[in-house]
T-cell receptor
Framework: TQLLEQSPQFLSIQEGENLTVYCNSS?????LQWYRQEPGEGPVLLVT?????EVKKLKRLTFQFGDARKDSSLHITAAQTGDTGLYLC??????????FGSGTKLNVKP | DTAVSQTPKYLVTQMGNDKSIKCEQN?????MYWYKQDSKKFLKIMFS???????INETVPNRFSPKSPDKAHLNLHINSLELGDSAVYFC??????????????FGDGTRLSIL
């Protein structure tokens, strides 16, 4: 059983479409990070959210931390082929340990 | 120029062998980590060192032994390799203490295949 479940596991969409990826847990986290990983490379940090209800925007990407700090979502507007990759959420607990989610593999077709 | 570098990038070896993976970071970070990513892309922390001192030691077989000669290096030695050890191993580093809201910078991974 994983602490952080992401959905969907796989997502294949056309360029220009919108999508949302979810990261859910029954545990409360002090903060949550989103990473993107491309084949053959390590994950790269996209954003850190700290406050319950916080919303952060990074160009076409919108990140939200749930009010109870148990879940988060990543919304991409007008997806581009360059958004293709594995999206990972990672939560930090009160003991300062990071737990990574199960991952969402996104494929944006031209 | 590379921030976190791991060697080797690929490692293919026989069951029962002993092997080491090296990691170096030139970011001046105090904290370094080893993660294992399985075939389903699940990334799980194995160890974390802060200023050469072991901070996190997850439930990992004692065949795995990390060594930090200085705060810029964290190597991983694995004894008596087993088939289940096949995975991609990532080294990462971050500023300040473990778990602070600092980004973790990852290497490109070492793909370990056990025959």
């Amino acid at each position: 059983t994983q602490l952080l479940e992401q959905s969907p596991q796989f997502l294949s969409i056309q360029e220009g479409e919108n999508l949302t990826v979810y990261c859910n847990s029954s545990s409360v986290f002090s903060s949550l990070q989103w990473y993107r990983q491309e084949p053959g490379e390590g994950p790269v940090l996209l954003v850190t959210v700290v406050t319950g209800g916080e919303v952060k925007k990074l160009k076409r990407l919108t990140f939200q931390f749930g009010d109870a700090r148990k879940d988060s979502s990543l919304h991409i507007t007008a997806a581009q082929t360059g958004d293709t990759g594995l999206y990972l959420c990672a939560g930090r607990d009160n003991f300062n340990k990071f737990y990574f989610g199960s991952g969402t593999k996104l494929n944006v077709k031209p | 120029d590379t921030a976190v570098s791991q060697t080797p990038k690929y490692l293919v070896t026989q069951m029962g062998n002993d092997k080491s993976i090296k990691c170096e970071q030139n970011l001046g970070h105090d904290t370094m980590y080893w993660y294992k990513q399985d075939s389903k892309k699940f990334l799980k922390i194995m160890f974390s060192y802060n200023n050469k001192e072991l901070i996190i030691n997850e439930t990992v077989p004692n065949r795995f032994s990390p060594k930090s000669p200085d705060k810029a290096h964290l190597n991983l030695h694995i004894n008596s390799l087993e088939l289940g050890d096949s995975a991609v191993y990532f080294c990462a580093s971050s500023r300040a203490g473990v778990g602070w809201n600092q980004p973790q910078h990852f290497g490109d991974g070492t793909r370990l295949s056990i025959l």
